[in-house]
């Protein structure tokens, strides 16, 4: 853990668990900005947009993706965010993050190579320290 | 009566046909030369005469073999025959020798019986008709032919009475799309176009039509005439009435598919109550997991939380709750719902909103007034629909719900209500199969919970109608209920 993460960005419609795991990441220090979408298509027009103006310091490292959203799932926004992803010149690493234990939603998580793994939701204090240092 | 005399009876009789045959001579009973269509005169009772001029080629070897075998070395027999009346007609008998026919035979003379048989192969044949006609009858099954050289098609009488045409009705070719419904005229046409052109036989179900223009589900199958050339100059066929076996499979794809979504929504509902319960109690697993890291005062911070964790947990119970009921309720007893009378009570507790909507609701129910409901459902379909139109309505208009009812006469006079919005649509392309999902919502509305759909097929499901929904983005929504 040489380097923190700078940008991390949760994508995420539960209230509750988006303060809960900021909560963390503030107490932990786990990195030091945050960026926060409630569903899939407030955060796929975040990356969009952020392609016309290519600020390095405003491309987040890790995505925390939720599967079950209201407008634009999790699924809607690899399709897209897959399209563009390598348009960033940085890395970004995507976790998906669901409290679903369906098994069609895991193995299709893991049969996708833009998923980097799949959390079931609680993630626990440790998970989400392993998460932030493994992208480091 | 003694044999011999039984015997002596018989030959005696005028209308017996036979040889008797003494001292290899042979005579012929009167009855026979008649039968002949000859005179006594102008017959020569031989052997080689009846060979030549009378028996038909086919059977003339075998009688010869039996006729010498009877006279050199008494050995009877019994055979079918073919002979040639003076006119030239063929008659049928069956010979038999005196010993065949189990009569006491005097030593100096042979006798050959006659009998006739024709009215047997009539029979045989009446019986096979009868046969034929029994099973073109009792399946349904009626023979056709289109001749292409004297361009005419020819029925039998089953299919006239298939396709409810008059006995005496000639089909032409030209009327032949009728036959079919019209969505189902192309195929028929292809059909009988490629087996006319390049010979390959078809074996199609087809909706059919009457000459008293009702639909009914046929099989049918056709195949190429050749000539002698290998040309092919007709197609010969049968159209098989289907329609109860039809109408049971489709009744059957439909119970399945009832079943297939009943399925649907059960593993819906599981995966709500697997997915919505974890979300709450990982939450506070989170939350508890968090406490132990925290400092005094945010410790009282993430109680709050517990109270929000809590209060969500009920509403989402309160939900499924809402689901579990609708299938228990659906045994509540029906009673004759008015269309009009719910929309009415419907309209007035929801009155607020319509005014400060300034939607306008515009209702037909005169094809359909009433219809045997579980009055709370009906209630609880129109105001969700309605309130879903007004919710989802189009920034630039005011509301307008057209709602009506109609018989589906395509589908066995079904009760259809319709309700109609100028609303700002959905994109079906992206949301059709989540539409009536639960917790799913496509706008942005902060008021949207994702239930109300959801619950509301559920209710109509529950009390096995339909519901389905067509939608154009700007345009407006319809949803179409078959109960």
Request: one cysteine or more; glycine letters at 4%; hydrophobic letters at 40%.
């Amino acid at each position: 853990m040489d380097k923190k993460i700078e940008l991390a960005c949760i994508i995420d419609d539960d209230n509750i668990y988006v303060n809960l795991v900021k909560k963390i990441i503030e107490t932990k220090k786990l990195c030091d900005h945050l960026l926060i979408f409630k569903d899939g298509k407030e955060g796929i027009e975040y990356f969009e947009a952020l392609l016309q103006n290519l600020e390095e310091k405003h491309i987040p490292e890790v995505i925390l993706l939720d599967i079950n959203m209201p407008v634009l799932d999790g699924w809607g926004f690899i399709e897209r965010f897959t399209k563009i992803r390598n348009k960033f010149n940085s890395p970004i690493t995507l976790y998906l993050v669901s409290s679903s234990i369906d098994v069609r939603d895991i193995n299709k998580a893991k049969s996708l190579s833009s998923v980097k793994n799949y959390l079931i939701k609680p993630v626990n204090i440790d998970e989400l320290e392993a998460v932030f240092n493994k992208s480091a | 009566m003694t044999e011999p005399a039984l015997k002596k009876n018989i030959i005696s009789n005028n209308e017996i046909c036979y040889w008797e045959l003494i001292n290899n001579t042979s005579h012929w009973s009167k009855a026979f030369i008649k039968e002949l269509g000859y005179s006594k005169k102008k017959v020569v009772t031989t052997i080689d005469f009846f060979l030549d001029h009378i028996i038909h080629e086919d059977y003339r070897a075998p009688f010869k073999d039996n006729f010498y075998n009877l006279v050199r070395h008494d050995v009877d027999f019994k055979q079918n025959i073919l002979l040639k009346n003076k006119e030239g007609k063929y008659l049928e008998y069956i010979c038999k020798t005196n010993d065949e026919i189990a009569v006491d035979t005097n030593i100096n003379s042979k006798t050959i019986f006659f009998f006739k048989t024709k009215l047997k192969t009539h029979k045989k044949v009446r019986v096979d008709n009868f046969y034929y006609q029994e099973t073109a009858t009792m399946t349904s099954t009626g023979s056709w032919y289109v001749d292409f050289e004297k361009k005419k098609s020819y029925w039998d009488n089953i299919t006239r009475k298939i396709l409810e045409y008059p006995d005496d009705y000639i089909p032409s070719l030209k009327m032949g799309y009728k036959l079919y419904a019209e969505e189902h005229q192309t195929l028929a046409s292809n059909a009988f176009f490629e087996c006319g052109m390049s010979g390959k036989p078809f074996d199609i179900e087809i909706l059919m039509v009457t000459a008293n223009n009702r639909k009914f589900w046929a099989r049918a199958m056709g195949k190429p005439v050749f000539n002698d050339a290998e040309q092919i100059i007709g197609l010969r066929g049968v159209f098989q009435d289907i329609d109860d076996v039809k109408q049971k499979e489709i009744n059957l794809e439909k119970t399945s598919e009832i079943i297939a979504s009943q399925n649907s929504r059960l593993f819906n509902f599981a995966h709500i109550v697997s997915h919505n319960l974890r979300s709450h109690s990982s939450n506070l697993s989170l939350i508890v997991n968090l406490i132990n890291e925290v400092d005094k005062e945010e410790k009282l911070e993430l109680i709050e939380n517990i109270k929000d964790v809590s209060h969500s947990l009920n509403t989402t119970i309160e939900h499924l709750n809402e689901v579990v009921t609708i299938q228990t309720n659906a045994q509540q007893a029906k009673e004759a719902v008015s269309f009009a009378i719910t929309l009415k009570q419907v309209a007035t507790s929801i009155n607020q909103i319509i005014k400060t909507t300034n939607t306008t609701i515009v209702s037909d129910f005169t094809s359909i007034e009433d219809i045997n409901y579980i009055p709370a459902y009906m209630d609880s379909i129109l105001l969700n629909l309605i309130t879903n139109a007004i919710k989802y309505k189009h920034k630039d208009r005011d509301p307008v719900i057209k709602i009506r009812t109609y018989l589906d006469f395509k589908d066995n006079d079904r009760v259809v209500l319709e309700i109609k919005d100028n609303g700002s649509g959905i994109d079906l392309k992206k949301f059709g199969d989540k539409l009536f999902g639960m917790y799913k919502t496509f706008h942005y509305n902060t008021d949207a919970r994702g239930i109300g759909l959801f619950i509301t097929k559920n209710q109509i499901e529950s009390l096995n109608g339909e519901i389905t929904v067509e939608s154009e983005l700007n345009k407006g929504t319809i949803f179409t209920i078959k109960f």
